[in-house]
Nanobody, 114 residues
Framework: QVQLVESGGGLVQPGGSLRLSCAAS????????MRWYRQAPGKERELVAN???????YYADSVKGRFTISRDNTKNTLYLQMNNLKPEDTAIYYC????????WGQGALVTVSS
């Protein structure tokens, strides 16, 4: 059974950092493109970052230079390092594998506020 479990969210002040983790089971993340999405209150879900099996990465303009997507194949875990967080980064963050379009985790809530 394919599952994705996000963790690492929380409350952080503007300018702070958080690292989100996504533990995958039922498949090997190294063989799949993996993505982080986020959904802010009242807004559509948006793509934040993408990493391919050969580690090519993509970032939304709004997070470029501040967020880093990576994975640890030995732990079958995807990460999102978020630095210099801004209030507009407040959202629920989800990891996703396009190869399993119906599978979504519960998400990790990130709140950036002073």
């Amino acid at each position: 059974q394919v599952q994705l479990v996000e963790s690492g969210g929380g409350l952080v002040q503007p300018g702070g950092s958080l690292r989100l983790s996504c533990a995958a089971s039922g498949f090997t993340i190294a063989a799949y493109t993996m993505r982080w999405y986020r959904q802010a209150p009242g807004k559509e879900r948006e793509l934040v970052a993408n990493i391919t099996p050969i580690r090519t990465t993509y970032y939304a303009d709004s997070v470029k230079g501040r967020f880093t997507i990576s994975r640890d194949n030995t732990k079958n875990t995807l990460y999102l390092q978020m630095n210099n967080l801004k209030p507009e980064d407040t959202a629920i963050y989800y990891c996703h594998a396009p190869g399993f379009p119906e599978v979504w985790g519960q998400g990790a809530l990130v709140t950036v506020s002073s």
